[in-house]
């Protein structure tokens, strides 16, 4: 196989397609494409996850970060159809994104529609530091 450019293998579709009889394979890259805005209060997430249902989708904060995970079961097995190719993602994915440790599951607001998870929350409040003091060197 080819080196990956990208993330993706510059000849997938003509020197692999032949080749390819598992069902185990799962082309991930394109999940979970995301934007990212900075506003004067916040950040503002754009989340692509096409094809995956509300139902589907789960957030989790804990330790300051965000996790997304979306989970798509499996079709069931089509035994009237003898399938050439099948690319559409079936199975589990997430990322994860910080964002600071002052943030609660009250100040992020998430909405998902059209297949698109917009998310928004507020910029963390940079740590005061004490006014200094001198550390005693041994």
Do not use: W
Not at 101 to 113: G, I, P, S
Not at 117 to 137: R, T
Request: net charge negative.
């Amino acid at each position: 196989m080819l080196p990956s450019i990208f993330g993706e293998d510059l000849f997938d579709d003509f020197m692999d397609f032949p080749f390819r009889t598992t069902r185990g394979y799962q082309n991930t890259h394109g999940l979970m494409q995301t934007d990212i805005r900075e506003t004067k209060d916040g950040y503002e997430l754009d989340v692509d996850l096409p094809g995956f249902d509300k139902k589907d989708i789960n957030l989790e904060l804990k330790d300051g970060y965000l996790t997304i995970r979306a989970n798509r079961n499996e079709e069931k097995e089509d035994k009237r159809h003898h399938y050439l190719r099948k690319e559409r993602f079936t199975g589990s994915c997430s990322r994860s994104f910080y964002v600071g440790e002052n943030v609660q599951e009250t100040d992020v607001h998430a909405k998902f529609d059209n297949g698109i998870l917009k998310l928004s929350f507020p910029k963390e409040e940079p740590k005061q530091l004490s006014g200094g003091s001198n550390i005693a060197i041994e």
